[in-house]
């Protein structure tokens, strides 16, 4: 099992900057993809971006060039810094890793946290 606990949402102003971490604890061997996902109201979840195993990252084109997705391995820790936000960027935020044990996949997601963006 991994456990992940997110921090950092919370709200903003347009233009404005948040940094969310997901912390991850537990089996975290194998771990392949790190990921963040986000659901609006009244809308399907959906990829924001994703760092997998070797650093090759990829993003929604709605977020790319103002949101970033790193990782610091010592830590198990993934981030998500996102900048120029906008009130389309208000949603519940969910982290996501995907481990592979021998030959099967196993996901697992973060409680969310909501991140609003508004004047």
């Known amino acids: 099992q991994v456990q992940l606990v997110e921090s950092g949402g919370g709200l903003v102003q347009p233009g404005g900057s948040l940094r969310l971490s997901c912390a991850a604890s537990?089996?975290?061997?194998?771990?392949?993809?790190l990921g963040w996902y986000r659901q609006a109201p009244g809308k399907q979840r959906e990829l924001v971006a994703i760092?997998?195993?070797?650093?090759?990252?990829n993003y929604a084109d709605s977020v790319k060039g103002r949101i970033t997705i790193s990782r610091d391995n010592a830590k198990n820790t993934v981030y998500l810094q996102m900048n120029s936000l906008k009130p389309e960027d208000t949603a519940v935020y969910y982290c996501?890793?995907?481990?592979?044990?021998?030959?099967?996949?196993?996901?697992?997601w973060g409680q969310g946290t909501q991140v609003t963006v508004s004047s």
């Open positions: 760092i997998i195993s070797d650093g090759i990252t």
């Open positions: 996501n890793v995907r481990r592979m044990v021998w030959t099967r996949d196993y996901s697992y």
């Open positions: 537990g089996s975290t061997d194998n771990i392949y993809t």
